[in-house]
């Protein structure tokens, strides 16, 4: 069994104008992760987050857990609920940190997936 951590932190800053003023704010989102690795196809995790605006004057936070299972090499699927949560289009675009139920998938793409084309390719310089 292990433990793994990950996290993210992301910022923006943005001037508004309003009537004859500019409002400026700055907006960071910071969240981590803690995956325990059940067995081979199975893992766990927790996840927490914060939203800081204007300048971390204000606060929103987000915690929840998620279990995904590795369906074949690469490709993993997952199913998780947010407790409390928040939402950040820009700096959360996927929605990581939403309040609610969450599925997910992901695919790794790497060199492996195409050496069917290295092949193809090379079998046509051959035959001109």
Known sequence: ESVRASGRL???YETVPL???NF???TAVLDGRL???INRRWDFDVHAGVLGTNSFEETRYSFGLGLSFLVTEGLRVGLGYNLTGFDEGDL???GYNRQGFYIHAQY???EDLFHWLE???YRRENEE
């Open 119 to 121: 092949s193809d390719l």
């Open 24 to 26: 400026s704010s700055l």
């Open 19 to 21: 009537l004859s003023e």
């Open 108 to 110: 790794k793409f790497d």
């Open 10 to 12: 992301g910022a923006k």
């Open 35 to 37: 995956i325990w690795d």
């Open 92 to 94: 959360d675009s996927e």
